[in-house]
């Protein structure tokens, strides 16, 4: 349902912009967000941003990292700046969504997208 983009291998102190379309199979979404998981590391939250255009970062992210939505696409966007190593990470999608209107809103993920960074 989730599908994510520009991901990649980048030098310290580059940038990416992530990409996550969500798939026409969604009646709504509610929230969006990024997670990452580095290894040997728990997946943790990145940023999110609801439908209605609120964001939430989590700790520090939001000095470098940017989490923006175009609600008519289905689309989130991570913009990341000033990468460094500890960047380097899986990072997944998230969205809140409905499949049918009246239904029950599940979580659901992307397949994650590689961000390596080198010194």
């Known amino acids: 349902h989730l599908v994510e983009s520009g991901g990649g291998l980048v030098q310290t102190g580059g940038s990416l912009r992530l990409s996550c379309a969500a798939s026409g199979s969604f009646a709504s979404i509610k929230g969006m967000g990024w997670y990452r998981q580095a290894p040997g590391k728990q997946r943790e939250l990145v940023a999110t941003i609801a439908s209605g255009g609120s964001i939430n970062y989590a700790g520090s992210f939001g000095v470098r990292f940017t989490i923006s939505r175009d609600n008519a696409k289905n689309t989130v966007f991570l913009q990341m700046n000033a990468l460094n190593v500890e960047d380097t990470a899986v990072y997944y999608c998230?969205?809140?969504?409905?499949?049918?209107?009246?239904?029950?809103?599940?979580?659901?993920w992307g397949q994650g997208t590689q961000v390596t960074v080198s010194s």
């Open positions: 998230n969205a809140l969504g409905q499949l049918v209107p009246t239904g029950p809103v599940y979580a659901y």
